[in-house]
């Protein structure tokens, strides 16, 4: 299979793709118009069907220079020069994009647009891969699809996004759309198994818990504070007995949050600014003291770790919102008497408390609530004054 290892549970992307690459040859050796394979594609799916990962297996076979080829081998061998570096990320015709903060920019965009237009270095082509094409600003996308529009004759766009809806309908009406969907439970144990070492009990117990998100069982899988943190979201339903328990649990959600985005800033922000103060010429002996002229590089770094601390404070909530969710989720399959295995089976007990003593339309109303507090996280409401109001709606039912 190739760079298609990685691929969990999409044969129908893997077939459509790997055929797409073998058409690509025809267009870089003659110049044929290959009826697989165009300039720019839509990769759409649920969060953990493994959009990027497809766009990275295809930009990879695009440059695929095996010597299988000439006998007739596949694209896409996984071993070659091409391959093992768009894979880790180095090869110099192959660009991935991905964002940390809340949206990608019209600034951004054009440095990245004017990427697009050069010719390859050394590969068959010059790929972009825009793994957050659903964060671009109105004004960004503008300016992208100038470059979708009018391509340079060896420049492919992967697209990445959430669904179709995510991409600007100019864009998306002229690229070529993809669906990846979410694997299931079985496919995704069996990767943690047979790839990553993973104990298959505990393979099989966090891929059904995260309900085939493959990332989200990796990180549960090898992350003792992850199962944690998840542990600690699912006792939630059993503290918001009164109106002090709802205030404290979404103080503690919003707090653990931020203590995540703490985190990850003392990991990254003091390195980042450290190298940009040596790059701008803070050298030992200065006392500290910055050039002139280099106080708003400096301010415009702060600005950019704040807004990265924001979005890894909101993805936290987000990952916490949608494991409540699964447990509201569980309850009502209980009381619906569905055959369908529960989820989260470290609760069952407490979910079959709670489903005896409420009704579906209570628990309907629950995971209504909760999806209310995501959406309002995405207008950026407060995240206490959001996770607050759902704490409470959770309580009343």
Known sequence: MGVWDDVVGQPHVVAELAAAAVDADAVVTSGAAGSRMTHAWLFTGPPGSGRATAARAFAA???CVSPDRALGGAPG??????????LVGTHADVEFVRTDLLSIGVKDTRDLVRRASMSPAGGRWQVIVLEDADRLTEGAGNVLLKAVEEPAPRTVWLLCAPSVEDA???IRSRCRLLTLRTPSAEAVADVLTRRDGIDPVLAAQVAWATQ?????ARRLATDEAARERRAAVLRLPTRIGDIGGCLRAAQELVDAAAEDAKAVAEEVDAKET???RAALGAAAGTGGRMPRGTAGVMKDLADRQKRRSTRTQRDTLDLALTDLAGFYRDVLAVQLGSDERIANVEVADGIRRLAADSRPEQSLRRIEAILACREALDRNVAPLLAVEAMTLALRTG
């Open 61 to 63: 076979a695009l440059q």
């Open 77 to 86: 061998c996984g071993f070659c020069e091409g391959c093992h570096t768009t």
């Open 168 to 170: 600007l309908p100019t």
């Open 212 to 216: 085939g998100h493959i990332d989200r």
């Open 274 to 276: 450290e190298e940009l």
